[in-house]
């Protein structure tokens, strides 16, 4: 079968391991070495493409795509009706979800004991060491919203906290017996008794604002959110509202509603580029992040060799993982 490799062209090195790795049938192209031409030829030539969001034009093109393995967690920006209608295998990635459920911890670190603002303060000379008062996490109770693998893994991090952990999900099964389950139409219950929320939410049509005015009400005066799943999945004015009115603590965001065209450094477009509509970057309770979980000292290709063995589930014949369900979106 055809592969072609859209994500970012390995080194030599992880080239050589990546062709190991591979099925000995799969015939193996790099977009990234390709001209315009040879580009459109491959795509009408693939069998399993590797990588990140394809466009509609890129999709038409495709004609012969049998199975799209992505290196995203998220979906919600793939065509998945195009999939859909045309029969494609999708699979995305949990690879990484350690990844982010570390930076998911740092960022809850970060906020329970207010290190920016201390830091902020120190830049000023000043000493005060109450101003801005740390929270402790033993004892507490922990709220996941959704209970994946990103969830999975923060829940090992703060093992050594002996917190009450509990989560919403929309089916009670679940691996953890430590880890009472609440049913979407009772998570008003569970906000009320969390002092942390971490949400690692998918966007699907069911998530969409799945914190709200409502749900932001029922916090606790000393609940701190944490998001690290989809930024639309929290109501962008009730989070601002909540922060600004000091109904909670406070929250640490890495996920967000406006993103710029391209990211970061000289060429970014538009610059500056604020993440809301509203101005989340004049409150002093939330740490802003730019959607940067993912981004550490590993390479990519570390990241990638579970999804080069799911490409070699698809053309042995074999049950793949982490398939996605084009009707729920993730």
């Not at 990519?300 to 369900?325: C, P, S, Y």
């Amino acid at each position: 079968m055809k592969v072609l490799y859209m994500m970012t062209k390995p080194n030599e090195e992880s080239e050589k391991t990546i062709h190991e790795i591979l099925d000995e049938s799969a015939e193996l192209v790099f977009y990234s070495d390709l001209n315009d031409d040879e580009k459109d030829v491959s795509l009408s030539q693939a069998d399993i493409i590797l990588g990140f969001s394809l466009s509609e034009e890129q999709l038409q093109k495709a004609k012969n795509l049998k199975l799209q393995q992505t290196f995203a967690t998220g979906v919600d920006r793939h065509l998945l009706k195009i999939f859909k209608e045309r029969g494609i295998v999708f699979s995305n990635n949990h690879g990484h979800a350690f990844i982010i459920a570390e930076f998911g911890f740092a960022l809850l670190n970060a906020a329970s004991k207010e290190l920016i603002q201390n830091d902020q303060l120190l830049r000023k000379g000043d000493w005060h060491p109450r101003k801005y008062n740390s929270v402790t996490l033993f004892n507490k109770t922990l709220l996941f919203l959704g209970y994946g693998e990103i969830a999975k893994s923060f829940k090992k991090l703060v093992e050594p906290f002996n917190m009450k952990l509990i989560a919403i999900k929309k089916s009670k099964e679940s691996d953890d017996s430590d880890v009472k389950i609440y049913l979407p139409e009772k998570k008003l219950e569970a906000i009320k008794q969390a002092d942390f929320i971490f949400n690692s939410l998918p966007k699907t049509p069911k998530t969409v604002n799945f914190l709200d005015k409502e749900e932001f009400d029922s916090m606790k005066s000393s609940a701190i959110v944490i998001n690290v799943g989809r930024g639309d999945t929290i109501n962008d004015e009730a989070l601002y509202n909540a922060l600004k009115e000091k109904k909670i603590k406070g929250a640490a965001i890495d996920t967000w509603y406006i993103y710029p065209d391209k990211r970061g450094g000289e060429e970014q477009e538009p610059m500056p580029c604020y993440p809301s509509k509203l101005p989340f970057h004049e409150l002093d309770n939330i740490i802003m992040s730019p959607h940067r979980a993912w981004a550490t000292d590993l390479s990519l290709f570390e990241i990638t060799k579970e999804l080069l063995l799911n490409i070699n589930r698809f053309i042995r014949g074999e049950q793949l993982v982490n398939i996605v369900d084009l009707d729920e979106g993730y």
